[in-house]
């Protein structure tokens, strides 16, 4: 699996509008996108300029699909319409995965 996390920059006044904007290929890209399995972005909290970035894929051939997907294309377009002033986001392979509760529900750090 691989995980894309992050935070874009936005104006503040032009965050809500762009998150709405964003829905509907956000709904696409989890629809129709083979080997989605999460695309979140959303408004920080704490911080009215960002929009933090959470995407799930399956594997990289997903990922690199993607890329060349019009719903990729057409929210890097969105974020430019909306004032874009900066981003950082990173991807990561994962080796493991596991529940973070264990059965007698605590929290644990194991992946056993």
């Not at 965050?15 to 709405?20: F, P, S």
């Not at 981003?87 to 973070?100: G, L, Q, S």
């Amino acid at each position: 699996m691989i995980i894309i996390a992050g935070v874009i920059s936005i104006p503040a006044d032009k965050r809500a509008a762009c998150i709405e904007a964003s829905k509907p290929l956000q709904q696409a890209t989890r629809d129709d996108e083979p080997g989605c399995l999460a695309y979140v972005f959303s408004p920080d909290p704490c911080d009215d300029t960002a929009i933090v970035v959470y995407e799930l894929w399956e594997d990289a051939p997903s990922l690199a699909a993607h890329f060349l997907h019009p719903n990729y294309t057409g929210m890097r377009a969105m974020f430019g319409q909306h004032g874009i002033t900066g981003a950082v986001t990173r991807k990561y392979r994962t080796d493991a995965d596991a529940p973070v509760y264990n059965a007698e529900r605590i929290a644990t750090v194991d992946f056993d």
